[in-house]
T-cell receptor, first 114, second 113 residues
Framework: EAGVAQSPRYKIIEKRQSVAFWCNPI?????LYWYQQILGQGPKLLIQ????????DSQLPKDRFSAERLKGVDSTLKIQPAKLEDSAVYLCASSLGARIYEQYFGPGTRLTVT | RKEVEQDPGPFNVPEGATVAFNCTYSNSASQSFFWYRQDCRKEPKLLMS???SGNEDGRFTAQLNRASQYISLLIRDSKLSDSATYLCVVTFDSYNAGNMLTFGGGTRLMVKP
């Protein structure tokens, strides 16, 4: 079974530039999560989708971050404009349902903002 | 106060040792609990769920203490391959926000020969 796919794996941008990350969850998984993991910390949930609807985006900095999950499958996370403190690994995860808590993570996108 | 707290470590132990980690959570209404393992520069992977009655999987034992609001992970007969960061996850069902998952900061374990 194919796992969660993410791209790109690495991205280096300058502050104030824009960047987008893409995630393709495991086939059939209704719930999709985006996390930010700063070095030395645990993952912080940014946004959770159930199919194509947002369940929780309380920790998403909405002035610069946006995410969508059109058609309830793939998802994109965008940062515009980026700040130095956005340097982190952005992890996408999926699960069968909102109350099925085993999450499968993708390899992540390592973002460096200079 | 953080919602989910872990001692960051590192815990340096020799092979064969027994080591235990605790994780405390602040929301008494938390409902589900898990331990994830994250290898260096890799993604987290589910290690085990934590049930009220406790559960064991080989050398790993997880316990939940709702009264004191902590969960624990015990690793017996440590192997070099157990070296990783162990993340605890706590979930809470919110009526208007769905189920909310919170990761702890992780505890780093280093098993030495």
């Amino acid at each position: 079974e194919a796992g969660v796919a993410q791209s790109p794996r690495y991205k280096i941008i300058e502050k104030r530039q824009s960047v987008a990350f893409w995630c393709n969850p495991i086939s059939g998984h209704a719930t999709l999560y985006w996390y930010q993991q700063i070095l030395g910390q645990g993952p912080k949930l940014l946004i959770q989708f159930q199919n194509n609807g947002v369940v929780d985006d309380s920790q998403l900095p909405k002035d610069r971050f946006s995410a969508e999950r059109l058609k309830g499958v793939d998802s994109t996370l965008k940062i515009q404009p980026a700040k130095l403190e956005d340097s982190a690994v952005y992890l996408c995860a999926s699960s069968l349902g909102a109350r099925i808590y085993e999450q499968y993570f993708g390899p992540g996108t390592r973002l460096t903002v200079t | 106060r953080k919602e989910v707290e872990q001692d960051p470590g590192p815990f340096n132990v020799p092979e064969g040792a027994t080591v235990a980690f605790n994780c405390t959570y602040s929301n008494s209404a938390s409902q589900s609990f898990f331990w994830y393992r994250q290898d260096c520069r890799k993604e987290p992977k589910l290690l085990m769920s934590v049930y009220s009655s406790g559960n064991e999987d080989g050398r790993f034992t997880a316990q939940l203490n709702r009264a004191s609001q902590y969960i624990s992970l015990l690793i017996r007969d440590s192997k070099l391959s157990d070296s990783a960061t162990y993340l605890c996850v706590v979930t809470f069902d919110s009526y208007n926000a769905g189920n909310m998952l919170t990761f702890g900061g992780g505890t780093r374990l280093m098993v030495k020969p």
